[in-house]
């Protein structure tokens, strides 16, 4: 697909995500570390479910069903190596504070779950989007046997997707898991399970079909996270006022 | 090092000796001497030390500047005249250019 | 495959897992690509002043395909393309020079592919070679070229010379019936269009050509280059052609008397003038592509006969007999090449190094000079002519010698249906043929050139990929009975002819027997030639060490430090045939046998027909020698002379060629300003959040914590 899809679909997809790690991680030694143990997490999730896959001869299903079992599996495995995430990244700061007899964390929880978020969302983006992005660069197009020429475009679009879904699940749970909010974690699992679910709908070449929803799903748990990031509709028109 | 943090009579020895050492084919000394103490040169109200500073800075900035301007001079004569120049152009190019001439 | 996201994840570790070894990729390269295997690319070959051939960018050429079928595709594709730059797929009757022209001074193409579409039909006439082979070698020196000068159209009327021009673009050659299909299909689903216009709005089938060549200029500039090796570039840019020729003497020949007891004949210190006979033929032909060569007509008829004559007349003669002449058979490499092998025999001649270097200590050879040579005959393009028509003898002088032996040929032909014609063509030159090194150095050596041809060659397929088995209408008959007319029967005449005439020649009696060149043998020959280089009679002559695959063998000379597979097989099937039987076992054969340089000792299959019967070690005279031009081993040699030939191959990476989708252009523009303005708002936007941070997030600032400013220079804490 050329040099030109390939950086156009690049940016398009980790637009955000390295627009946030220069600009509001990138200061912030501690901020980075833990994108990075996030990272890790998140491809401590991906081996973890793998393993189970082998495990549990999930090789011997038919195509369809083996791709259904191993989405929710996937899911499942993310959602719960996020929360270990949380328990560990906690138990760290609480460790630490106690340590060196300071009243304030070290990192800042709100910026802590973002961080986090930033490190799962961009490594599952780069999972994914990778081996596409590799074999973009040379001259070809999908589309000489199965497919379509829009492939590498709208898998672009779904990487960023769940790049920013991420971040945002990253933001609703940890302030949840903190208060118990059951609601929220409720919907955490509950989107991340619809989102990938809806990908399946491209094997039967729908893919308009599962990209709309999905975005609405973003719009959706961006709102979901702002009031869990403290925001409101009194701070947006304060924002708007205040220029 | 942090320039801002360097007394001014250590500025001086730094420039004359950056100015002295580009004398030994490093014009990028001269080059480096011109662009750090441009501002101590000129745009500093008077000290002490700031006329000599002024005056390396100045033949430093001539130096590079002659010095650029005789390798860009070269690399264009290089570049176009190259292939014509047969055998000799072969003998002072590092890297010769696979399947042309 | 789909391509769901969280699935991605454990499929892509499972394939890891699992799939590694199995070879079975789900990768997306392989959706996208259709490598095309066995294409054949043309390549760049230079001599001293010029560079001819083909090369490609060094990440290959990529253009849309475009099929010419006729002169109204070509025409669409130089006035109305749009969505350029194209990469023409020809069929083989369109491939001329002028199509080949057009294309390129349209700067629209990237790349020509021919395609061997096997519905449609051989070309009457295909030949890319000069219609004045090998013009300015040989007897040019004498007389300026090798034409005469009034000659409108040569030898090689349908020539071309479009192996002799500089293509600026790659040409491939596909012949695999899958590819072209596809090829076909991808071409009529994407890019057969009513409007140019249309071809810009979609994705187009597309061609990547890859043929980068090292070498450019000439010769003289590339060889020079070779010496500039440096910590990056150590790869030649190329090498020189060449190979080995393959001689052998009737008569073994020896400085020193050799007490082995096989060896009954007194060995001659001087011998006289004229009295070693020379029946040569070519081994090597040429095409536009690598690895392409049938060259039946234009090589293999000549070996198959002088190897059949070889085998008879060692028959005929038997070595106790003791003689004043001589026969020296000559296999000679490189000729399509300003006879490389020729002129380096002649060279070596003239230095007393021919057949060996001269060294006291040892038995060997003695040299063989220009003036030994008595008369020359030498075997080039037989086929079986029209019914009733001759061979043609083709000389410069008729001189009494000259005459003598016609004489003979013309009597021993008739008897056996060989009639042969001593008609000279009206231009009174000689055809392209070794024996033109020879004469421009001793005009006077008694030469002639048998032919099949007259004035013209009748081969429509000289130097080009379609000179192969159906040019001689040859037919395997595989141990059974051989037809009276076929090729071998005609062939097997004709080496029967030729073994009685020099038989004659070198014992002065006619001959009176009935030994005959066995037809089976050369029906034999020409299967192991033309079709099969792994047939019993190869595999008994390399005893089964694995040398031959089921295809024909390619005759292209090659590189001097590559012994082509053409001459390591015809030496062997000269000793094989020729060879006497030996009592030395395997490890002795290869190791102890050879106490001099006179004989040479092969571990071969007792029968030729049957290469699983019992080894046994044969003596043999036959030996190589160096086929490569003088012109690399003369110190300081001038390459624009053109006293030798100076001809080079270009060394290249690789040669491959693939086919995809390639996307509009409108459609990669739009992909990346998209990209790049996400990037810019996101970059925007964040930034305008970031700034205004305190606000958004936490507006009533519940506890201490909390609101802990974001950053802390933690210099104090972990340093």
């Known amino acids: 697909m050329t040099l030109c899809e390939f950086f156009g679909c690049t940016f398009l997809a980790f637009g955000p995500a390295i627009a946030m790690l220069t600009l509001t991680i990138a200061q912030d030694p501690i901020a980075v570390i833990t994108v990075f143990a996030s990272a890790f997490f998140w491809l401590l999730s991906a081996l973890f479910s793998s393993i189970i896959w082998l495990l549990f001869g999930l090789t011997g299903m038919s195509q369809e069903v083996q791709i259904a079992l191993s989405v929710i599996l996937s899911v499942l495995c993310q959602e719960g190596f996020r929360f270990l995430l949380y328990k560990t990244l906690t138990l760290l700061d609480n460790g630490l504070k106690n340590m060196l007899e300071t009243h304030t964390h070290l990192i800042d929880r709100k910026l802590m779950a973002y961080a986090a978020g930033i490190g799962f969302g961009v490594m599952s983006g780069i999972f994914s989007l990778i081996n596409v992005l590799a074999d973009a660069v040379g001259p070809a197009t999908m589309g000489l046997r199965t497919g379509s020429d829009k492939f590498i475009l709208v898998s672009a679009c779904f990487t960023l997707c769940f790049v920013l879904l991420h971040i945002f699940w990253s933001i609703i749970i940890f302030p949840a898991l903190d208060q118990r909010n059951m609601v929220q974690i409720a919907w955490v699992l509950v989107t991340h399970l619809l989102a990938s679910t809806l990908t399946l709908l491209n094997s039967s070449g729908h893919s308009m079909l599962a990209i709309i929803p999905n975005y609405i799903l973003v719009l959706l748990t961006a709102c979901v996270a702002f009031h869990a990031a403290g925001g409101s509709m009194n701070s947006l028109k304060a924002v708007i006022a205040s220029r | 090092m942090d320039l801002s943090k360097v007394k001014d009579d250590r500025k001086l020895e730094l420039s004359r000796w950056y100015f002295r050492g580009g004398w030994a084919f490093l014009p990028f000394l001269w080059a480096v001497n011109f662009v750090w103490f441009y501002k101590d040169a000129f745009k500093r109200p008077p000290f002490e030390e700031q006329s000599q500073i002024r005056k390396y800075v100045i033949y430093s900035g001539i130096g590079a500047l002659i010095w650029s301007i005789a390798l860009i001079t070269w690399n264009i004569i290089f570049q176009k005249y190259r292939v014509e120049w047969g055998d000799l152009g072969d003998e002072l190019t590092f890297l010769i250019p696979s399947g042309s001439p | ?719």
Request: hydrophobic residues 35%; contains cysteine; aromatic residues 10%.
């Open chain 3, 1 to 719: 495959m789909n391509m769901g996201f969280s699935q991605i994840v454990s499929y892509f570790l499972l394939v890891l897992l699992l799939y590694s070894c199995n070879g079975e990729s789900q990768r997306l390269r392989y959706q996208m690509y259709e490598d095309i295997e066995g294409a054949y690319a043309c390549f760049r070959r230079l001599n001293g002043t010029h560079q001819f051939g083909c090369s490609s960018s060094r990440s290959g050429n990529v253009g849309v395909v475009h099929i010419i079928e006729n002169q109204a595709d070509s025409d669409w594709l130089v006035s109305n393309g749009l969505a350029g730059p194209y990469v023409a797929v020809v069929h083989p009757s369109m491939f001329t020079r002028s199509l080949l022209l057009t294309l390129q001074s349209s700067g629209k193409v990237n790349g020509v592919v021919m395609i061997n579409n096997s519905s449609a039909e051989k070309p009457l006439h295909f030949s890319h070679e000069d219609t004045c082979p090998n013009r300015y070698s040989g007897l040019s020196q004498l007389y300026g070229q090798t034409c005469s000068v009034g000659e409108k159209s040569g030898w090689n009327p349908h020539g071309t010379s479009v192996l002799l021009m500089d293509w600026k673009f790659p040409i491939f050659y596909v012949t695999d019936k899958s590819h072209i299909d596809h090829l076909y299909k991808c071409y009529q689903k994407h890019n057969a269009v009513a409007h140019p216009g249309e071809q810009l709005e979609r994705a187009l089938c597309a061609l990547e050509l890859k043929s980068h060549m090292y070498a450019a200029v000439n010769s003289k500039k590339c060889m020079k280059r070779n010496n500039y090796q440096t910590l990056f570039s150590q790869v030649n840019s190329c090498d020189p052609l060449g190979g080995r020729n393959v001689w052998q003497t009737l008569f073994p020949r020896s400085t020193h008397q050799l007490g082995n007891g096989l060896d009954q004949r007194s060995s001659k210190q001087t011998e006289a003038n004229g009295s070693i006979a020379v029946l040569a033929a070519r081994m090597d032909s040429t095409s536009m592509f690598d690895g392409l060569v049938p060259a039946s007509i234009g090589a293999v008829s000549g070996i198959v006969t002088l190897i059949s004559t070889a085998q008879l007349l060692f028959r005929m003669i038997p070595q106790q007999e003791n003689y004043d002449k001589n026969v020296l058979f000559l296999l000679l490499a490189g000729e399509s090449y300003d006879y490389i092998g020729s002129s380096r025999i002649v060279f070596d001649m003239k230095q007393g190094t021919f057949p060996v270097k001269p060294d006291p200590s040892v038995a060997q050879p003695p040299p063989i000079g220009l003036q030994h040579i008595g008369p020359f005959i030498e075997l080039s393009q037989l086929k079986k002519p029209a019914d009733g028509q001759p061979l043609y003898v083709h000389r410069l002088e008729d001189s009494s010698e000259v005459k003598n032996f016609i004489k003979i040929l013309q009597r021993n032909g008739n008897g056996l249906g060989v009639p042969i014609s001593d008609k000279l063509p009206a231009s009174r030159n000689l055809p392209p043929a070794s024996l033109q090194t020879f004469l421009a150095e001793r005009p006077d050596i008694p030469g002639l050139v048998l032919t099949e041809h007259a004035a013209q060659y009748s081969n429509n397929y000289y130097h080009s990929v379609f000179d192969d088995t159906a040019s001689l209408n040859y037919i395997y008959a595989n141990k059974s009975e051989v037809p009276n007319d076929s090729i071998q029967a005609y062939l097997a005449n004709v080496s029967t002819t030729i073994a009685h005439s020099l038989y004659e020649h070198v014992t002065n009696k006619e001959y009176l027997g009935s030994l005959t060149a066995d037809k089976n043998l050369m029906d034999e020959l020409l299967h192991c030639y033309l079709e099969q280089n792994n047939c019993s009679l190869f595999q008994s002559a390399v005893a089964g060490s694995s040398e031959g695959e089921e295809k024909p063998l390619s005759y292209y000379v090659g590189v001097s430090h590559v012994y082509s597979l053409v001459s390591i097989l015809t030496g062997a099937a000269m000793a094989l045939l020729t060879g006497s039987p030996t009592k030395f076992n395997e490890t002795d054969c290869h190791n102890n046998a050879s106490t001099d340089q006179v004989y040479q000792y092969i571990w071969v299959s007792s029968q030729w027909n049957n290469s699983s019967s019992p080894k046994v070690c044969l003596q043999t005279t036959m030996n190589f020698s160096s086929a490569v031009s003088p012109a690399f081993i003369i110190d300081g040699y001038d390459m624009a002379s053109g006293k030798y030939s100076t001809w080079t191959e270009s060394v290249w990476p690789e040669l491959t060629a693939r086919m995809f989708l390639k996307p509009p252009f409108y459609q990669e523009v739009i992909t990346l300003v998209l990209g790049i303005v996400v990037l810019g708002l996101s970059f925007a936007g964040v930034f305008y959040i970031n700034g205004r941070k305190e606000i958004l997030f936490s507006p009533g600032a519940s506890t201490e914590d909390e609101r802990a400013p974001l950053i802390r220079t933690n210099d104090q804490v972990f340093c």
